[in-house]
């Protein structure tokens, strides 16, 4: 039986001295899980993706075969309302060895401040068949809004100074709030005479 050797296929046979009859194979890798978003290098997965923060788009590749692979890469693409399409790759040269896995990283940048739709899609390649994924990551949908910074905080000191719920009485009828302080008062007095 002949036994089928594996090369990259840029002609780069280096290291085949010793090692001409080292078979490897890509078929194995594999990702985990779905491709994510990360404020860190893929230590943390962010569901929520921000404006004003940079991002990295990750996912974890392992060889699950018996054999190391050769060179790979793993092609990212964040589509959806990302308008041209935002394409990068990571590149593996050296292979995985089996039941090695990495952490396949990019960097993407700052998400504009617009309320926008996102696809995230990342998909293992070897270069030697650039058409074909050999195994591609469950996809990241999801949505970017947009922010005010001025108005988030301004609605969040109005709210906690009124524990009615109903609208911000004090700014607009400075009577209403002096009526409500009266009374407050005037219960609380009652309950200190029976007591």
Not at 41 to 47: F, H, K
Not at 162 to 170: A, E, I, K, L, M
């Amino acid at each position: 039986m002949k036994q089928t050797k594996y090369y990259s296929p840029n002609g780069d046979n280096s290291g085949s001295d010793g090692g001409s009859d080292q078979k490897t194979d890509n078929t194995q890798l594999t990702t985990i899980d779905t491709v994510y978003v990360s404020p860190d290098g893929g230590t943390t997965n962010e569901a929520f993706p921000k404006q004003a923060v940079e991002y990295d788009f990750c996912v974890d590749v392992t060889n699950t075969g018996k054999l190391p692979s050769g060179p790979f890469y793993v092609h990212f693409t964040l589509s959806g309302d990302q308008n041209p399409p935002f394409e990068q790759d990571f590149k593996q040269d050296a292979g995985l060895d089996p039941g090695q896995n990495v952490k396949a990283v990019v960097h993407f940048g700052s998400f504009p401040n617009e309320f926008k739709d996102y696809l995230l899609e990342a998909c293992i390649y070897s270069p030697s068949a650039p058409d074909k994924p050999i195994n591609c990551a469950g996809t990241f949908d999801f949505t970017v809004n947009t922010e005010d910074s001025g108005s988030s905080s301004s609605d969040s000191s109005r709210n906690s100074d009124n524990s009615s719920g109903s609208p911000d009485s004090s700014t607009e009828n400075p009577d209403v709030s002096a009526v409500n302080a009266a009374a407050s008062s005037g219960s609380a007095s009652a309950d200190d005479a029976s007591a």
